[in-house]
């Protein structure tokens, strides 16, 4: 009688090897396609997710690689391409971390010179950072992909040009696709044209390769199980692979690989994916089934807030309505743009909580924190891009760290949060807005306080205006020890200074432009200004606290009088 796989996979006894013949087979096709293309001259870079798939091919392209170096004995090179989103499940993230250590175990033992890279989204990428800036809200199903985009596609994008610069022609990267995941999957396989024996070009001019495109599920499972039991080589025994399947998949992961004499119609089909998915309900299902068991209870705070995004997302007192952008004849939009201050508030609160809860249990263990949502720069960027759109206090995300991290405060994801209905929002309507002083020098972007000291940072961009900020950087960003220092060092200063109704918004975003923490993209000079106008006028007409209140906004906003008022302001320096 043919054994179970996962009780093979779980013992030290080598199986008899007629079981896998098939396997074999198609394992020495793949690792003598990739062996040979490195003794051409290739160089593989495979593309490593964590997952199975990609598991199966890296432990292909090492035994190739290890294969190679042996025959022509010297060293050989390859390169392991990781994407991490920073909002990954954190035991996922742990295990790709964990996994890529054995890689390089592997390597150096035999032969092989592991060029490993991890891509990462720029500040601007990261999607929950955004949310929580107010800038955008969370991606449902019908929202399409924009966070794929943001936190994979152009990471992603951004390593294959530094890898083609640094490896040439010469550079194959090595795919973990297959042709049975899905019919969308096959039909855009085939639009490639993807071979499992000879490179291809895509669209974008990279040549790629898909050695096991014609493998099943149950093909890669019973793969990784033998090379686990060591039948085949590998860099990996992937226990810790087939704990997290099993534990995604409410402890059925399903390895009976010839139980009956025939292989399983089904594999294991548990997804993971960022802890505050809203996207794809089986990552979210992977999640709350991995919280059934103990060891992975040090997520439950992250479930629970990505159950209160879900519940609240369409609540309409939980979103802000005022526009991004002014029309022509100086009127508004009203409609439901992103998430309120107070939501963003809160969910930013929730987030430093649960930070600082995981940072004592990890102190208590004697371990490092498992994951953290929010360090000092992403914190620093909250803040600078509230200050920007005007939409918060200033310095609220800066605030609440200094309440939750050192002084104990903590505030907990509301427990049984009840799902708010998908129903239509009221259409968009236009309201007056701007007034005789909205293109005023001091409410664009201009640091009137360094001007007045003779020191502000200017730059002459092409439509021949001057703007503060310096001449910007790549990419928006913020220094990652600058940010920590801040904290540190000069937090209390910073709170001191910027407290009160009477801040304007911008105040807080010229001071990190002096601090020097932050850098803005060179290229966002006009449209920061313009955002700077709209963020200054939402303080000067005193909207700040009625942006969760449509008919509120409407009535403010709707009447010549309203604006009339406004011209009287007193005129503060932003």
Not at 76 to 95: F, G, K, M, Q, Y
Not at 182 to 206: F, K
Not at 518 to 545: D, F
């Amino acid at each position: 009688m043919m054994q179970n796989t996962t009780d093979l996979f779980y013992q030290d006894d080598i199986v008899d090897a007629t079981i896998i013949t098939s396997v074999h087979d198609a394992v020495a096709q793949a690792i003598d396609t990739l062996r040979a293309l490195i003794a051409s001259g290739r160089y593989l870079a495979v593309s490593y997710s964590g997952g199975k798939d990609s598991s199966c091919i890296a432990a292909l392209a090492l035994a190739a690689a290890k294969a190679e170096a042996a025959r022509a004995g010297q060293r050989v090179r390859v390169a392991i391409c990781h994407a991490d989103t920073l909002s990954e499940n954190p035991a996922v993230a742990l295990l790709a971390r964990n996994e890529m250590q054995k890689m390089q175990i592997y390597s150096e033992s035999h032969g092989i010179d592991l060029d490993i890279r991890v891509a990462t989204p720029r500040i601007s990428e990261n999607y929950f950072l955004n949310i929580l800036s107010g800038r955008t809200i969370a991606n449902l199903p019908e929202g399409g992909a924009k966070c794929s985009m943001d936190l994979k596609v152009r990471p992603i994008t951004r390593l294959k040009r530094t890898m083609a610069a640094d490896y040439g022609s010469q550079l194959v990267t090595v795919l973990g696709t297959r042709l049975d995941e899905s019919s969308h999957r096959r039909r855009a396989m085939e639009g490639r044209g993807e071979s499992a024996s000879v490179p291809v070009i895509n669209t974008q001019g990279d040549a790629i390769i898909s050695p096991i495109m014609n493998w099943s599920l149950d093909n890669v499972f019973e793969f990784l199980a033998y090379a686990g039991a060591g039948e085949f080589d590998a860099y990996s025994d992937f226990r810790d692979l087939f704990d997290i399947y099993r534990d995604a998949n409410a402890g059925t992961c399903e390895l009976v690989a010839y139980s009956d004499g025939k292989a399983p119609k089904t594999g294991c089909g548990a997804r993971t994916g960022c802890f505050h998915c809203q996207r794809a309900p089986r990552e979210n299902e992977s999640l709350e089934n991995m919280l059934t068991e103990p060891k992975y209870s040090y997520m439950s705070g992250l479930a629970s807030l990505r159950r209160y995004i879900r519940a609240t997302h369409y609540d309409p007192s939980k979103r802000n309505w005022i526009g991004r952008r002014i029309h022509p004849n100086g009127d508004i939009t009203i409609s439901p743009v992103a998430y309120s201050p107070q939501h963003c508030r809160d969910l930013i609160a929730f987030c430093l909580t649960i930070d600082a809860e995981e940072q004592q249990a990890a102190s208590e263990l004697g371990i490092d924190p498992r994951f953290q949502i929010l360090p000092p720069a992403h914190v620093v960027a909250i803040d600078f891009q509230q200050s920007r759109y005007g939409y918060s206090d200033a310095m609220t995300a800066c605030r609440l760290y200094d309440e939750i991290h050192n002084r104990g405060a903590r505030y907990h994801v509301p427990v049984d949060t009840p799902v708010y209905p998908k129903t239509p929002f009221p259409e968009a309507v236009t309201v007056k807005f701007s007034d005789t002083q909205y293109d005023n020098l001091a409410y664009g972007f201009r640091d009137i306080e360094a001007a007045c000291a003779g020191a502000e940072n200017l730059t002459l961009k092409a439509d021949g205006k001057y703007y503060a900020g310096g001449d910007g950087g790549e990419c928006f960003s913020v220094d990652e020890e600058g940010a920590e220092l801040f904290m540190a060092f000069e937090l209390d200063r910073a709170l001191n200074q910027y407290k009160g109704d009477d801040v304007f918004p911008s105040a807080v975003m010229h001071y990190f432009l002096r601090l020097g923490t932050v850098e803005i993209y060179r290229g966002s000079h006009k449209e920061t200004e313009r955002a700077l106008r709209i963020s200054n006028q939402i303080h000067r007409l005193g909207l700040r606290g009625l942006l969760s209140d449509r008919e509120a906004l409407i009535e403010r906003l709707g009447t010549e009088g309203s604006l009339g008022n406004a011209d009287a302001f007193e005129l503060v320096p932003g």
